[in-house]
């Protein structure tokens, strides 16, 4: 069994309706990228990394940004920079998230319902009832 390569996480990525890699350079060097899936007017931002070239000049920003003025330009109103920690919000990539101004938008988990009978049958009445997106 042999690793993929980048040339076959490429493929894969290109073979995905929606899905593509933005990459920031600085000159020639890869500093910050990002696997963004859009569905249509949402999207979300999976497995963004930013090398150490990258932190030294908060590369991971302009990457943000490049990917929501994309994003906007397609049509595509939301999205989705993933989860915050319940611990402390205000710290590192918490922070980080919450200073694009976005909505934070509180949604029940897929651990929360599907881990037992019990709570998979009264999460789905709650979201039957209530709808599946709350506010803070």
Do not use: C, M
């Not at 999207?43 to 070239?53: D, E, F, M």
């Not at 319940?86 to 200073?99: M, N, P, S, W």
């Not at 949604?107 to 789905?124: F, H, M, Q, T």
């Amino acid at each position: 069994r042999r690793r993929p390569t980048a040339s076959d996480l490429t493929h894969l990525i290109r073979s995905v309706e929606g899905a593509r890699v933005t990459v920031g350079y600085i000159g020639d060097v890869p500093a910050t990228a990002g696997l963004v899936l859009a569905f249509g007017q949402r999207a979300v931002l999976q497995t963004p990394a930013t090398g150490t070239i990258g932190r030294r000049v908060s590369a991971s920003y302009a990457l943000i940004h490049q990917v929501i003025e994309e994003l906007k330009a397609e049509g595509v109103v939301e999205l989705d920079l993933g989860g915050l920690s319940t611990i402390d919000a205000r710290e590192g990539v918490d922070l980080f998230k919450l200073g694009f101004g976005g909505t934070l938008a509180f949604r029940v988990g897929e651990w929360e319902w599907a881990s037992s009978a019990v709570l998979r049958l009264a999460a789905n009445s709650a979201i039957a009832v209530r709808g599946p997106e709350v506010g803070p």
